[in-house]
């Protein structure tokens, strides 16, 4: 990424702008619905970015990202080789601007996820709070449009614009898909941006066709991930009701002087034409984060029996104990992991078949087939409640991976969450953050790390076809430890690396050695690839 897209052309990882929604343009898949969730994390400035344990370019091209699984933070590792059209420089999935911010970070982004889901066709459909919940493990809930008056459509939608929540929405369906448009020039079956809700000041006021007079105007700012439009009705870019504004009170909600740029504004009228729903998911950055996660669950039926409506004894149940030592307000969720990942072709069909939860006075008992995530309502815990969620599984499908968590985010302080059966929660492998999710100084971690580099590189020894002068260094790469050998050769070279199992233990065979953008595996202890004259520098990464 950083050879076709460089720094001596303004090209960097965040762009010059720091991330923001403008970064990002859909490619040649479908997968609107997780651009237009980028987009919308990417809104607030601050939000998203210590969620990236590499903060730049880096010569070996490897990134690492905090991410969330099952509402769980887990560090994915990606690389930044990624398709492209030809010999173009024209990325074939999430697109590079070539103009204005040049930030690469969703092109990243994107193979990260692909990554952890399994590949990019695993990418294609999808919704978008659980794009938003895999990047930031924010709850969520949707608002069915056809439901809302204006006055309440609105009213939600202040609510959370104020409260930086992250909002998106997704157009009415149509068979056609988003090759079709509605008659606002909305795209079928799309995904959406909702960056913002504004009440502007008119020059003159206006008179509505029930012969109201107004001197205000009520716009939803929105988003295409295609980086351009398509609207083309009331307060689109072209529409004359704009010459009514100041150019201090566009300037004020982020009306652009370019047209045409992803970027438009809808009446609430408009508004309700074209969407189905709207998708809010609390950002609740400042929230505590507590989970059980169980993985290769092996509880059975006989065990630990359910008593949900599908599948009755037969299921599976775990019981849990959520206690809150203050009063605060809390968001619980369960999860199980999302359709798609699993393989396109046997996916399964069943997953979970009940949620029974006692929440002090309020109990209910939830039926019905679930994957992915179940977000409960904000509830308001008491000092000293001790509330119980069981969830029930159907484990009888043997295609269903049995991983499962349960998460709950406290306002004021972490809770407490107990197995009743006795297990033992996990996590997945992160770097640079707690159970609170705060990422911890990236600095701090590569000290952590230095110490046991220190042992590995004593025990190193290699050898070269060449006599030229060559010598390894230390160093990190996404905060892991990483080793550099540097030569002087003006030919191309053979290198020999041994590694002292003793010292290093079974991790020698998952040692990467990256020579420009090609690999070679170590096998055994022992790592042999070529150094070419026109790529002086060779990086282990060592996994």
């Known amino acids: 990424m950083s050879q076709t897209y460089p720094t001596s052309a303004g090209y960097s990882l965040f762009g010059s702008n720091g991330l923001h929604p403008d970064d990002v343009e859909q490619g040649s898949i479908g997968n609107c619905w997780f651009l237009a969730a980028a987009s919308a994390v990417a809104e607030v400035a601050g939000r998203f970015e210590s969620n990236w344990l590499t903060q730049d370019y880096n010569e070996a091209g490897i990134y690492a990202i905090n991410m969330f699984q099952l509402g769980v933070p887990i560090t994915v590792l990606v690389d930044d080789l990624v398709p492209h059209y030809g010999s173009t420089y024209n990325t074939v999935f999430a697109k590079v601007q070539k103009t204005g911010a040049k930030a690469t970070w969703m092109v990243i982004l994107e193979k990260a996820y692909a990554k952890l889901m399994g590949n990019y066709a695993q990418l294609i459909g999808g919704y978008t709070d659980r794009g938003v919940n895999a990047l930031t493990g924010f709850p969520s809930y949707t608002i069915m449009i056809e439901s809302e008056t204006d006055i309440s459509l609105w009213d939600k939608l202040t609510g959370h614009d104020s409260e930086s929540d992250i909002m998106t929405a997704s157009s009415n369906y149509n068979a056609a898909g988003h090759s079709s448009s509605d008659d606002n020039g909305i795209a079928y079956s799309h995904a959406y941006t909702l960056l913002g809700a504004y009440e502007i000041d008119l020059k003159t006021p206006v008179v509505d066709a029930a012969g109201v007079s107004h001197s205000t105007q009520k716009l939803i700012k929105m988003r295409n991930p295609w980086s351009s439009e398509g609207y083309k009705s009331s307060w689109s870019d072209d529409d004359t009701a704009w010459d009514n504004v100041e150019a201090a009170e566009q300037t004020r909600i982020g009306k652009s002087s370019s047209k045409y740029d992803g970027v438009f504004f809808m009446d609430i009228t408009s508004f309700k034409q074209s969407f189905k729903y709207t998708s809010i998911n609390y950002d609740l950055a400042d929230y505590h984060r507590e989970h059980f996660m169980v993985l290769g669950d092996t509880t059975t039926a006989a065990q630990s029996p359910g008593t949900g409506y599908y599948c009755g004894s037969s299921c599976v149940a775990h019981t849990f104990k959520i206690t809150s030592a203050v009063t605060q307000e809390v968001h619980i969720s369960s999860h199980l992991h999302d359709d798609r990942s699993y393989p396109l072709d046997c996916r399964p069909d069943k997953f979970w078949s009940g949620i029974k939860y006692n929440f002090g006075s309020s109990y209910d008992y939830q039926t019905g087939w679930f994957e992915g995530p179940y977000n409960f309502a904000p509830q308001t815990m008491s000092a000293g409640d001790e509330w119980t969620v069981t969830l029930e599984f159907n484990w009888s499908n043997d ?105 290093f233990g079974a991790r020698h065979e998952s040692v990467v050695v990256t020579t420009g953008h090609d690999e070679a595996s170590c096998v055994a202890g022992v790592c042999t690839f070529s150094l070419s004259a026109t790529s002086s520098t060779v990086g282990l990464l060592f996994n």
């Not at 107990?418 to 600095?443: F, I, N």
């Not at 701090?444 to 042992?455: F, G, H, P, T």
């Not at 002087?488 to 199992?501: H, K, R, S, W, Y």
């Open 399 to 503: 295609e269903i991976t049995k991983d499962f968590s349960l998460v709950v985010l406290g306002q004021q302080e972490n809770v407490t969450i107990e197995h009743t059966g006795g297990l033992t929660s996990q996590d997945w492998p992160t770097q640079g953050a707690d159970s609170d999710y705060v990422p911890v100084d990236p600095l701090a971690v590569e000290d952590n790390l230095r110490s046991q580099l220190d042992a590995w590189v004593s025990s190193l020894s290699y050898t070269a076809t060449s006599g030229c002068g060559s010598q390894f260094f230390e160093s990190t790469i996404a905060n892991r430890p990483a080793l550099a050998l540097v030569t002087d050769c003006a030919d191309d070279m053979e290198v020999t690396l041994n590694i002292n199992a003793e010292t």
